[in-house]
């Protein structure tokens, strides 16, 4: 009994051992794994750092050459932000204008500075476009995500590619279209007059990101049934 008794301890002995190798064995081949994971990140590593100093080396001393470039772009931003306003101002900017906020435009986009925050469709802040992006959202319709296409130029055939009417016959509730400008300019309809104009509620006319309503004349625009 007592040789049985011992003869059953190694045996126990015996498989716990060779438990115990097959879990070094795992933990080993992992170790491996994680080893030559390393490596290929190090690798990687020094790859990005390699041309990250090419990058420099190319550019060093040509700081002065791309500030002057990009002065030169911002001045030209500028000039046809100034010519989109005075368009757009022209056409529809002469109407009662509220301030920052109106058209029930939510108070964390209309209090913040204008281009300060991306909305819900990934339209800046106090601009037309964000401003009748809500309105068509919060009027239960869908108002698809527009980011990164968000020139209320572009609207129409963005719309027109989603499958969303656009014609030249208004309707409460439609937006507006203008393609005047560098950068043309979108409007909410309230309402539709029986001697061809239209009531129109919008953002950023005047290029000040401030809320201001209008009777206009709906000849020439487009108009997106959403």
């Known amino acids: 009994q007592y040789l049985d008794t011992i003869k059953d301890h190694i045996q126990e002995q015996s498989s716990a051992i060779v438990q115990l190798k097959a879990d070094l064995e795992k933990q080993k081949a992992e170790m491996e794994i994680a080893i030559k994971q390393q490596s290929d990140l190090s690798q990687a590593l020094a790859i990005q750092q390699a041309e990250a100093a090419q990058i420099l080396s190319v550019t060093r001393g040509e700081e002065g050459r791309y500030a002057q470039l990009a002065s030169a772009n911002n001045a030209k931003a500028e000039e046809l932000k100034r010519q989109q306003a005075a368009i757009i ?130 000849s020439g625009l487009q108009f997106i049934h959403f």
């Not at 209090?111 to 964000?130: H, I, K, T």
């Not at 239960?140 to 963005?158: F, I, S, V």
């Not at 027109?160 to 950068?183: F, T």
């Open 89 to 218: 101002s022209s056409q529809f900017g002469r109407g009662s204008t509220a301030g920052s906020c109106g058209g029930g435009y939510p108070a964390k986009w209309c209090n913040a500075p204008q281009d300060s925050l991306v909305d819900d469709w990934g339209m800046y802040n106090r601009e037309c476009v964000s401003y009748t992006a809500f309105k068509v959202a919060s009027s239960g319709r869908y108002m698809p995500y527009w980011g990164g296409r968000g020139n209320a130029k572009q609207w129409p055939d963005n719309a027109r590619a989603a499958g969303i009417p656009v014609d030249g016959n208004p309707r409460a509730g439609d937006v507006a279209a203008s393609l005047s400008g560098p950068y043309g300019h979108v409007m909410y309809v309230e309402r539709v007059n029986g001697n061809g104009t239209i009531d129109i509620s919008q953002y950023n006319a005047e290029n000040q990101g401030l809320y201001s309503t209008n009777t206009i004349s709906a």
